[in-house]
């Protein structure tokens, strides 16, 4: 069963037709304000990836992550999809609720999948830090002290927030998202930390040529540019306590969230905002909760005031 996620307006289009002056999605936690990316080479769609590419990509990852080794992935939802392939056997605990895909991805390699509240000893325990929808933490030492054979963190959202982020350990895997914090989901571009046997493993197990050439040039480019990264971080903790305002003025409780998106509860829910054009991220199985990205503009802070 296909699941549903954020970032689709045929949706809202299909649900509400298509309001005056069209749609804002806001529905992803997606950065609206990404970063600046410089006109590619002639050779980045005319020629195969290169292994020279490949590994500058990784390098310029590994030292932003602080990490030893950064695997390029084609996204991170591609390696939470492989990663139960070539990990080591072991029942797994997942923290729930939290991003959808990452129970099916075990489940669909025959793990047996149970869901916690909080993390607790497994053979495999995923955790998502922060988390997805609901922006709950947990410290980097809270995690590592908890006992299983393999830990997971998917940190998909962690960049606005370093603090948080595990780095490099011997059984533990990390997950990081390229476009998301960089606002430019469409590369399709993410990374894997971990043991060198089994990034090994994964990184067999996605063949050659796994990362695009405009995502090899962008991504080395973007992680180097260590102003922009700073800078932005303070735009996007700005943008988030001004949508706190917004929508407490609004009579919307803060139920969570992170510097990319809020969680909230309120009358109206979805539809309250889809009356706007704005179109925010649902969930059939918490009918009065939702999530929205930031405003990318004044129009759009405009139509969050007419609410």
């Known amino acids: 069963m296909r699941l549903l996620h954020g970032g689709d307006l045929g949706h809202a289009r299909a649900a509400f037709g298509e309001p005056e002056g069209g749609w804002i999605d806001l529905s992803t936690g997606v950065n609206p304000w990404p970063w600046p990316a410089p006109p590619l080479s002639s050779d980045a769609l005319r020629r195969l990836p290169s292994e020279e590419g490949l590994a500058a990509l990784s390098a310029a990852a590994a030292r932003a992550f602080g ?29 729930s609720p939290t991003y959808n895909e990452h129970a099916p991805a075990w489940e669909a390699a025959g793990r047996r999948v149970r869901r ?12 998502t830090n922060p988390n997805n929808p609901d922006g709950r933490s947990w410290r980097p030492e809270a995690l590592l002290a908890v006992d299983c054979g393999l830990l997971v963190v998917d940190e998909s959202f962690v960049d606005p927030t370093p603090e948080l982020s595990l780095g490099s350990h011997e059984h533990v895997v990390v997950l990081r998202s390229f476009g998301k914090f960089y606002g430019l989901p469409g590369l399709r571009l993410g990374f894997a930390l971990g043991p060198a046997e089994l990034l090994d493993r994964l990184e067999a197990w996605l063949g050659p040529w796994p990362v695009s050439g405009p995502a090899l040039e962008i991504g080395a480019r973007a992680y180097r540019d260590g ?4 800078e932005m971080r303070i735009r996007l903790g700005q943008a988030a306590a001004r949508l706190d305002e917004a929508l407490a003025a609004r009579g919307y409780e803060l139920l969570g969230g992170t510097p990319l998106f809020r969680f909230v509860a309120g009358e109206g829910g979805a539809a309250r905002f889809a009356r706007q054009g704005l179109w925010v991220r649902s969930f059939p199985d ?15 802070w405009a139509r969050l005031a007419r609410l």
């Not at 999809?81 to 029942?91: N, V």
């Not at 909080?118 to 053979?123: I, R, S, T, V």
Request: with cysteine; glycine share 6%.
């Open 67 to 95: 990490a030893m080794r950064a695997l390029s992935v084609p996204g991170a939802q591609a390696a939470i999809r492989h990663l139960p392939f070539c990990a080591p056997p072991g029942d797994v605990a997942i923290v």
């Open 116 to 127: 916690v509240e909080e993390p607790e000893p497994a053979g495999v325990l995923v955790v």
């Open 227 to 230: 102003a922009w990264t700073a």
């Open 286 to 300: 918490m009918p009065d909760r939702f999530r929205l990205g930031l405003p990318p503009d004044e129009a759009a």
